[in-house]
């Protein structure tokens, strides 16, 4: 899908903050604009992305 490619494009290249990409694969899901394979491959990115940034914080411990 299209959506999805626009998507993965954002997040490879670091255009977006996470909170609101987050929120916008979340209605993109909803709305169907993305299958539940591209979510989970796109959240995956997310993360990854942000934890090699170092923003996201491990609560343990």
């Given at each position: 899908?299209?959506?999805?490619?626009?998507?993965?494009?954002?997040?490879?290249?670091?255009?977006?903050?996470?909170?609101?990409?987050?929120?916008?694969?979340?209605?993109?899901?909803?709305l169907n604009?993305?299958?539940?394979?591209?979510?989970?491959?796109?959240?995956?990115?997310?993360?990854?992305?942000?934890a090699s940034?170092?923003?996201?914080?491990?609560?343990?411990?």
């Amino acid at each position: 899908m299209r959506t999805a490619r626009l998507c993965k494009l954002l997040i490879t290249n670091d255009r977006y903050t996470y909170d609101d990409m987050y929120a916008k694969l979340d209605l993109f899901l909803m709305l169907n604009r993305i299958t539940e394979e591209e979510y989970v491959e796109l959240t995956g990115l997310l993360v990854g992305t942000e934890a090699s940034k170092g923003s996201i914080v491990d609560d343990v411990g």
